[in-house]
């Protein structure tokens, strides 16, 4: 809700400005921080923890598309994405173009005690992650000239929109919605974009039948490190200010992503006999994913549960995609990270409240129960999920007919390194 609150604050509205022109020396120099740890999220977290995941032929691939959104994702946020997303609002829908060319950004403007840049700077890295995510679902298949049209597209028709739904005082967060960090804004929408990306291109070559490891666990885990630590930024700076909520939403996000994996790395050993290092990386993202809505409205018991409920169900939801269904989301992005913020903007109803005793959270609206809370939420998943799916696959559908979206089977064979980019990964 305080990004709501501030997003209302930059749009000049008399309510906030008049006690939100002065800049506070401890908030901004917390978002700073905050800014550059979720810039690390992607770069280098998310670059090496896919980039592990992936066949030895595709890891230079994958550090390029990660790299690569990074930069169009911040151009376009700067030229008129954070405009759609944080500009003047008409109609609910998306912002006007008010504020396109950060033209209404000065070095001396301050909203709600940091200075807008740093505001729309904050905003920017959660548009470079977001699409960024979506790589697992179609990683080792697609073009890279198509991943760079659907990415930047993507970020303009889908992501910006549903920020503005949220977060710029949309529809969505004028329903009381409740998404402290982005569960629908950034989980939802990267995870139903990868579900629909992997049946769209259609699977690898060789899958189900054909085992495709990761090529470089400690490569991976080290990218999860730094995920993690990421993700401080991600939750705790989504207070927007260094006070009791950023600290507890810090908290709540640590004791998820711990719980996860202890329930992740739990299911695996029951099943196999023995712990895996990939369940214990793959239970911390569903942790971090899940708590990630609910972080700034449960307390540390509501945070153990949903820890632990996202590393049950988003085990079952990789299960289910892949050996059921035969979804060839590469590296998990839907059962991780769209089931995770599925069930935590669901979860944040409940937790939220403060009548459950030790599982607590800081309270629901006033007059709201939780089911009333749990229709919003559940309206909010919905929308979203719907909205994404549509547009994704129009996108696709579109883009395919431009470039070829996947590359040829002998590319595919041969490795996306070297046939896309004339490079190796490894020189041994």
Known sequence: MTRLFL??????????????????????????????????????????????????????????????????????????????????????????????FFKAISEDSVSGGIPTSLFALFQMTFAIITPALIIGGFAERMRFSAMFLFSAVWLILVYAPITHWVWGGGWLGE??????????????????????????????????????????????????????????????????????????????????????????MAMEWIKYGKPSVLGIVTGMVAGLGTITPASGFVGPMGALVIGLSAGVICYYATHLIKRKWHIDDSLDVFPVHGVGGILGTLLAAVFASSELGIFSGQGLAEGVTIGDQFVVQAIGVASTFAYTAVVTFILLKVIGVMVPLRVSEEEETQGLDLTLHDERGYDL
Request: net charge negative.
């Open 175 to 264: 329903m009381g919605l409740l998404d402290f960090a982005g569960g629908t804004v950034v989980h939802v929408t990267a995870g139903v974009a990868a579900l629909v990306a992997a049946i769209v291109l259609g699977p690898r070559k060789g899958f189900p039948h054909q085992a495709m490891p990761p090529h470089n666990l400690t490569m991976t885990v080290c990218g999860a490190g730094m995920l993690w630590v990421g993700w401080f930024g991600f939750n705790g700076g989504s207070a927007l200010a260094a006070n009791g909520d950023a600290a507890m939403a810090m908290t709540v996000t640590h004791i998820s992503a711990a719980a996860g994996s202890i329930a992740w």
């Open 7 to 100: 997003a209302v604050a930059l749009l000049g509205l008399p309510c906030l400005s008049f006690a939100e022109d002065v800049l506070d020396g401890g908030n901004t120099a917390w978002i700073l921080t905050a800014t550059a740890l979720v810039l690390m999220m992607t770069l280098p977290g998310l670059s090496l923890f896919y980039g592990g995941l992936v066949r030895s032929k595709n890891v230079l691939s994958v550090l390029m598309q990660c790299f690569a959104i990074a930069c169009i994702a911040s151009v376009l946020w700067l030229l008129f994405g954070y405009s759609i997303a944080f500009g003047e609002v008409t109609h609910g829908f998306f912002g006007g173009l008010d504020q396109a």
